[in-house]
T-cell receptor, first 109, second 114 residues
Framework: DAKTTQPPSMDCAEGRAANLPCNHS???????VYWYRQIHSQGPQYIIH???NNETNEMASLIITEDRKSSTLILPHATLRDTAVYYC??????????FGSGTKLNVKP | NAGVTQTPKFQVLKTGQSMTLQCAQD?????MYWYRQDPGMGLRLIYY???????DKGEVPNGYNVSRLNKREFSLRLESAAPSQTSVYFC?????????????FGPGTRLTVT
């Protein structure tokens, strides 16, 4: 499965949009892009996933480039409770689901 | 719905001791998973069960065994614990292993082997 590359950390001001980038340049045609987050040491929480088209749900938006080699997770109005480690994963199925080290998002007042 | 539950929450073992971590889900999911997370790292898949009656190795299966007891329950056993198995263990479930589904995680079991 494709490996992903994310910046180790990012800062964001409370109330502003948080844009978290992810590179998955070797992604295969049938692999989805998933985003999860982990707050403190809790179990990871599903955020959103997509294949080709941009996706939006109540938590976030996912923007996937046309060539599918990168994506951006957007939290439209970040709050302090969004401080977490965010994982971008590209995979066809959960049998091969590699979390990597993720991006530590620090939302500051 | 409780979602995915795990017991115990914390455990301390001596080297060579054995123990079983329990996991249950009430979402009628077909697939279940065991991950471990070492400090400062992402999760790594130990074993998974695509459906009741089947189990398969993940990325780091050595030193572990699993049992899919029924559709709800998936246990992870350490036969002879080693300090290298000190980690946080997460259980997860999903409707299927295939693409496009969501994976739900339990709260974790924090295991220390001395």
């Amino acid at each position: 499965d494709a490996k992903t590359t994310q910046p180790p950390s990012m800062d964001c001001a409370e109330g502003r949009a948080a844009n978290l980038p992810c590179n998955h340049s070797t992604i295969s045609g049938n692999e989805y892009v998933y985003w999860y987050r982990q707050i403190h040491s809790q179990g990871p929480q599903y955020i959103i996933h997509g294949l080709k088209n941009n996706e939006t749900n109540e938590m976030a938006s996912l923007i996937i480039t046309e060539d599918r080699k990168s994506s951006t997770l957007i939290l439209p109005h970040a709050t302090l409770r969004d401080t977490a480690v965010y994982y971008c994963i590209s995979s066809y199925n959960f049998n091969k689901f590699y979390f990597g080290s993720g991006t530590k998002l620090n939302v500051k007042p | 719905n409780a979602g995915v539950t795990q017991t115990p929450k914390f455990q301390v073992l001596k080297t060579g001791q054995s123990m079983t971590l329990q996991c249950a889900q009430d979402m009628n999911h077909n697939s279940m998973y065991w991950y471990r997370q070492d400090p400062g790292m992402g999760l790594r898949l130990i074993y998974y069960s695509a459906s009741e009656g089947t189990t398969d190795k993940g990325e780091v299966p050595n030193g572990y065994n699993v049992s899919r007891l029924n559709k709800r329950e998936f246990s992870l056993r350490l036969e002879s614990a080693a300090p290298s198995q000190t980690s946080v263990y997460f259980c997860a479930s999903s409707e299927e292993t295939g693409p496009g589904y969501e994976q739900y995680f339990g709260p974790g079991t924090r295991l220390t082997v001395t």
